[in-house]
């Protein structure tokens, strides 16, 4: 591999796609831990809405989040394919994150991303993916914004 080469590869990142509702969206895979099928969750009290509750994963307690109700997207309570996505943010945070359904995987280069908004949105941007539309979410902000402060608490 030459120089040239290695230099491109370094913009291009594995992400994987989810959607929710209509909308499609994609973090890195590498902070993916496990994808597993929704479960009944224990109900936190005094969480805020887009909290599911928490979930033993291997004797591991973990908050499950709606990004469904957190994005302000109808949510399908009665889709068969939801799943929960275990991340662990750079933070070392582990939560699921309940999807309505996987897409696939696909290689993103970061310099097709077009930024959306300001640094402190939970979206970091737009690309193309075969002509769609996905939604490059910041994970960072995500898990900060919706765990952050009941994870320390």
Do not use: H
Request: charged share 20%; with cysteine; net charge negative.
């Amino acid at each position: 591999m030459t120089e040239q080469t290695e230099v491109a590869d370094a913009t291009i990142v594995k992400m994987i796609m989810f959607a929710i509702g209509e909308q499609e969206y994609c973090i890195p895979i590498l902070s993916v831990r496990e994808i597993r099928g929704f479960e009944k969750t224990t109900t936190l009290p005094f969480a805020p809405p887009y909290v599911c509750g928490a979930i033993n994963l291997r004797g591991v307690i973990l908050t499950v989040i709606d990004l469904a109700v957190y994005l302000n997207v109808p949510p399908q309570a009665d889709n068969p394919r939801r799943v929960v996505v275990f991340v662990e943010s750079q933070g070392g945070v582990v939560c699921g994150l309940l999807v309505d359904r996987v897409i696939d995987m696909a290689d993103i280069d970061l310099g097709d991303v077009q930024s959306v908004s300001d640094d402190g949105s939970s979206l970091g941007g737009l690309v193309l993916v075969d002509n769609r539309m996905i939604g490059v979410l910041r994970l960072e902000t995500v898990v900060g914004q919706l765990v952050g402060d009941t994870v320390s608490a």
